[in-house]
């Protein structure tokens, strides 16, 4: 069982896991690291609350620049939470540590393409 579905108990079911095995937070989506990294800072019915009040959406951009602060950074060694592809449509966020930089696509001419 996962911290977030033992959470998700005492939150009658506020927290959840997906069919990837992420956790959903009230419509956003966290991965295993990003979920753990914010649970240091942040209650999980505090989450559940924030998220009801002000949407999946809106908490997601607050926690993404939460982490890029940099007294934030600072005390998690760096690591913040990031914007990434989900597999369904609610916001997905991920530990920056997780998503790798976007591949570099340059213009190449190849001959007989």
């Given amino acids: 069982m996962k911290i977030w579905e033992l959470h998700g108990l005492r939150l009658v079911g506020a927290i959840r896991s997906t069919p990837e ?8 989506v966290f991965s295993e690291k990003a979920y753990l990294l914010a649970v240091r800072d942040f209650r999980p019915a505090e989450l559940v609350a924030c ?3 002000r949407g999946a959406i809106a908490v997601a951009h607050e926690l993404v620049a939460y982490y890029e602060a940099v007294e934030a950074a600072a005390s998690h060694s760096g690591r913040s939470l990031v914007f990434a592809r989900g597999s369904g449509p609610e916001p997905t966020l991920r530990r920056s540590d997780e998503v790798s930089a976007p591949a570099f696509s340059a213009s190449i001419s190849v001959p007989g393409l």
Wanted: no cysteine.
């Fill in 21 to 28: 095995g992420e956790a959903d937070v009230s419509g956003l």
């Fill in 51 to 53: 998220i009801e009040e």
